[in-house]
Antibody, heavy 120, light 110 residues
Framework: QVQLVQSGAEVKKPGASVRVSCKPS????????LHWVRQAPGQGLEWMSW????????NFARKFQGRVTMTTDTSISTAYMELTSLRSDDTAVYFC?????????????WGQGTLVTVSS | QSVLTQPPSASGTPGQRVTTSCSGS????????VNWYQHLPGTAPTLLIY???QRPSGVPDRFSGSKSGTSASLAISGLQSEDEADYYC???????????FGTGTKVTVL
């Protein structure tokens, strides 16, 4: 069955960077886009970015451009999201999710989430 | 910053029918299909409805979705205690070339 397993919780200081990994299984890794979504405490879901693991093409929500880098290592079927210049309002649970397209594109399966805490 | 607007809360007693709405624009709901997610605290969201009204396998037929123009709605019939959760609509946005979520509706079972 499809699963996405993410790396563990992180605690970072303001100004630092964090890298979260996502390892899907149960499907062809390069055949589906991967999205990153976050949820800050008490807030809703916020879409951040997507990557095409086959081509490496990416797209980001405007507020994250310049601070987010997404990469994949197809040899180990793993995706990474790096967020730099961390601020306290980057404290959130970060999810990776598989993207599919039928009539339109959407995300279906989600990782378990990675809590990133930014605190001095 | 959510692009799609949902009412913050909805409630009902067990067995009742509860609905929630989702309002967007021509670049998202107006051009693409709508999807709905159920989110319980501390867990990953789960896909409830895709392509406006399709249920993934395993989702009870108590959940149904519809879309008209730039708005959509989710209905839960025969409300059960385990349905108490946050519900988010989402759609692809052609202008952003990305995925946008609603503000979320907290459904409470009284």
């Amino acid at each position: 069955q499809v699963q996405l397993v993410q790396s563990g919780a992180e605690v970072k200081k303001p100004g630092a960077s964090v890298r979260v990994s996502c390892k899907p299984s149960g499907y062809n890794f390069i055949g589906f886009y991967l999205h990153w979504v976050r949820q800050a405490p008490g807030q809703g879901l916020e879409w951040m970015s997507w990557i095409n693991p086959h081509s490496g093409v990416t797209n980001f929500a405007r507020k994250f451009q310049g601070r987010v880098t997404m990469t994949t290592d197809t040899s180990i079927s793993t995706a990474y999201m790096e967020l730099t210049s961390l601020r306290s309002d980057d404290t959130a649970v970060y999810f990776c999710a598989r993207g599919v397209c039928s009539t339109s594109c959407y995300v279906d399966y989600w990782g378990q989430g990675t809590l990133v805490t930014v605190s001095s | 910053q959510s692009v799609l607007t949902q009412p913050p809360s909805a409630s009902g007693t067990p067995g009742q029918r509860v609905t929630t709405s989702c309002s967007g624009s021509s670049s998202n709901i107006g051009s693409n299909t709508v999807n709905w997610y159920q989110h319980l605290p501390g867990t990953a969201p789960t896909l409830l409805i895709y392509d406006n009204n399709q249920r993934p396998s395993g989702v009870p037929d108590r959940f149904s979705g519809s879309k008209s123009g730039t708005s959509a709605s989710l209905a839960i019939s025969g409300l059960q205690s385990e349905d108490e959760a946050d519900y988010y609509c989402a759609a692809w946005d052609d202008t952003l070339n990305g995925y946008v979520f609603g503000t979320g509706t907290k459904v409470t079972v009284l």
